[in-house]
């Protein structure tokens, strides 16, 4: 009898346990910029074979890459990874921004504002804000997910403490 009682219970327990949440907001801001991330590390990889292409090899050898591509998910990684609360979205953002919906005018807005802070507080910017920057004054990023993308990791720089 003590069994079933306890059986009972625990299947009663099972019935009532939470679904599992879905993504957190930094899931979502990871998986919506990853192909800009990785993007970035191309850029960033195509520049420095372009300057030297044996001594890219040579880094990617040095740094234990398995080719350029493993450079490359890594630099993504990187970014995603330290930028991830300036890059987490609510779910209803996700589908706002996967809808098209950002606002070009307002996201380099905040961009030029980021980078005249910075400029006034003598800030230098990590080298893949650096390539970041130069992708959309290039015009290769002239908006969308990769102008919102930059905007938001030049503002997370503003308040993180300098190397």
């Given at each position: 009898?003590?069994?079933?009682?306890?059986?009972?219970?625990?299947?009663?327990?099972?019935?009532?346990?939470?679904?599992?949440?879905?993504?957190?907001?930094?899931?979502?801001?990871?998986?919506?910029?990853?192909?800009?991330?990785?993007?970035?590390?191309?850029?960033?990889?195509?520049?420095?074979?372009?300057?030297n292409?044996?001594?890219?090899?040579?880094?990617?050898?040095?740094?234990?890459?398995?080719?350029?591509?493993?450079?490359?998910?890594?630099?993504?990684?990187?970014?995603?990874?330290?930028?991830?609360?300036?890059?987490?979205?609510?779910?209803?953002?996700?589908?706002?921004?996967?809808?098209?919906?950002?606002?070009?005018?307002?996201?380099?807005?905040?961009?030029?504002?980021?980078?005249?802070?910075?400029?006034?507080?003598?800030?230098?910017?990590?080298q893949?804000?650096?390539?970041?920057?130069?992708?959309?004054?290039?015009?290769?990023?002239?908006?969308?997910?990769?102008?919102?993308?930059?905007?938001?990791?030049?503002?997370?720089?503003?308040?993180?403490p300098a190397?």
């Amino acid at each position: 009898m003590r069994i079933v009682s306890l059986l009972g219970g625990l299947l009663t327990l099972a019935a009532c346990a939470p679904e599992a949440a879905g993504p957190t907001p930094n899931q979502r801001g990871a998986a919506l910029f990853a192909p800009v991330a990785t993007a970035l590390g191309s850029s960033i990889a195509l520049d420095l074979k372009t300057r030297n292409p044996s001594g890219f090899q040579d880094y990617i050898q040095q740094n234990g890459f398995k080719d350029e591509a493993g450079f490359i998910q890594n630099v993504a990684t990187e970014v995603l990874s330290r930028y991830g609360d300036a890059l987490s979205v609510s779910a209803a953002m996700e589908a706002e921004l996967k809808a098209g919906k950002w606002d070009d005018a307002w996201n380099r807005k905040k961009m030029d504002k980021a980078l005249a802070a910075l400029s006034a507080k003598k800030m230098s910017l990590p080298q893949a804000c650096q390539y970041a920057v130069k992708n959309v004054q290039s015009d290769a990023w002239k908006g969308g997910l990769p102008l919102e993308f930059v905007a938001r990791m030049l503002e997370a720089q503003l308040t993180m403490p300098a190397h």
